[in-house]
């Protein structure tokens, strides 16, 4: 067996915490060994339920000092880019969360960087190592739907607390906190988007300096797909509830709403996936053609899949373990990740300039 690989937490804040499953439930793939936060009293916590003794509060002096292989990085947007490239350049593996950055140029210096060092780069898109997505992921890859023609997401929920979630400046708004993984997710079912429209506003005293909490936009996708996008903070009196629909020429694909039971995530986005297809009529048949079919929705079956755990961020940690060893590219690396926040940058730039971005101009 080989050595696990030897990772530095970097940020020990609510997402951190999330993170910490894996290297708790897998020790001999993914070995927490030292943590790193600027608030030494918020590490020294982390550190003690991680069962970690070495903490820091600065990442350059754990970058010398410390033995690890990679660094798990858990800090605010605007820090992601050169915490990154800083690790990247003293030869360790990268496991970023979303947003990639706050700025498209610091998504490609990361990959950039990554590159000059021939180390990984894998960004937190945890969505995509759901059971969920990787069944939905083989239905439309078989292409049991048919083409792919209209896509839709929605996300209403109340905004973060934290001034720094939303502050445009420091990559805040619910289009980077929130939106992104969805729009991810989509892109992961029906590839690169090509051009958007979108509006991004805010209506909360908190949301300062650009950002936002509300948006909506609609997405054409290279394929000739057009998608839908509605993310909210503001819906105070509305239940919070995601929702995501796949629109094909032959089937349909749609998450029913989270109602918290069974062995799901405990950090659901998504209720169960339902699928619907096309049945085959005979064209010379009078009473087929004039039949109009009302579709029967059940459950995507996910017991093929043989995740190791229902919880995103253990799959995609193993993921990243997995990935650094072999040096296979991650599913979602820098790479292909740029091409999520270029959506989200066009976004922004739509709704500054009231017009349609190609996204090939970003």
């Given at each position: 067996m080989s050595k696990p690989l030897r990772v530095g937490m970097v940020g020990a804040g609510g997402i951190a915490r999330a993170h910490m499953t894996p290297y708790l439930e897998h020790p001999d793939r993914v070995h927490l060994v030292a943590i790193c936060d600027m608030v030494e009293p918020l590490a020294q916590a982390y550190a003690k339920d991680a069962g970690v003794d070495t903490v820091y509060t600065d990442l350059d002096d754990m970058l010398r000092n410390a033995d690890i292989d990679a660094v798990d990085i858990c800090t605010g947007h605007a820090q992601h880019a050169p915490n990154?490239?800083?690790?990247?350049?003293?030869?360790?593996h990268v496991l970023v969360e979303k947003a990639m950055s706050n700025t498209l140029q610091g998504c490609r210096d990361m990959v950039e960087a990554a590159d000059k060092a021939g180390t990984t780069l894998m960004v937190s898109q945890q969505l995509r190592y759901s059971a969920d997505a990787t069944a939905v992921k083989k239905i439309v890859d078989d292409g049991k739907l048919g083409d792919i023609q209209g896509v839709r997401n929605h996300i209403i929920m109340q905004g973060p607390d934290k001034s720094w979630m939303n502050d445009g400046s420091l990559g805040g708004g619910?289009?980077?906190?929130?939106?992104?993984?969805?729009?991810?997710?989509?892109?992961?079912?029906?590839?690169?988007?090509?051009?958007v429209m979108a509006f991004c506003k805010a209506f909360q005293p908190q949301m300062v300096n650009g950002g936002e909490d509300l948006v909506t936009a609609t997405?054409?996708?290279?394929?000739g797909a057009i998608g839908d996008i509605f993310a909210s903070w503001t819906s105070y009196l509305t239940p919070e509830h995601a929702s995501y629909l796949l629109l094909g020429s032959q089937g349909t694909i749609h998450s029913g709403p989270y109602i918290g039971d069974g062995p799901r995530s405990p950090f659901p986005?998504?209720?169960?996936?339902?699928?619907?297809?096309?049945e085959e009529l005979d064209p010379n048949n009078e009473s087929d053609r004039r039949r109009r079919i009302r579709p029967s929705f059940e459950p995507i079956d996910t017991s093929w899949t043989d995740m190791p755990s229902y919880n995103y961020f253990v799959?995609?940690?193993?993921?990243?373990?997995?990935?650094?060893?072999?040096?296979?590219?991650?599913?979602?690396?820098?790479?292909d990740n740029i091409e999520s926040m270029k959506v989200a940058f066009g976004m922004f730039e739509s709704s500054r300039t009231g017009k349609a971005v190609d996204l090939d101009s970003l």
């Open positions: 990154a490239i800083a690790a990247a350049e003293a030869g360790k619910v289009l980077l906190l929130n939106s992104i993984h969805h729009i991810d997710l989509l892109r992961y079912y029906v590839g690169n988007v090509k051009r997405l054409e996708f290279e394929s986005h998504f209720g169960t996936m339902m699928a619907a297809y096309k799959n995609e940690v193993l993921h990243f373990e997995e990935c650094c060893r072999t040096g296979n590219e991650p599913i979602t690396s820098g790479r």
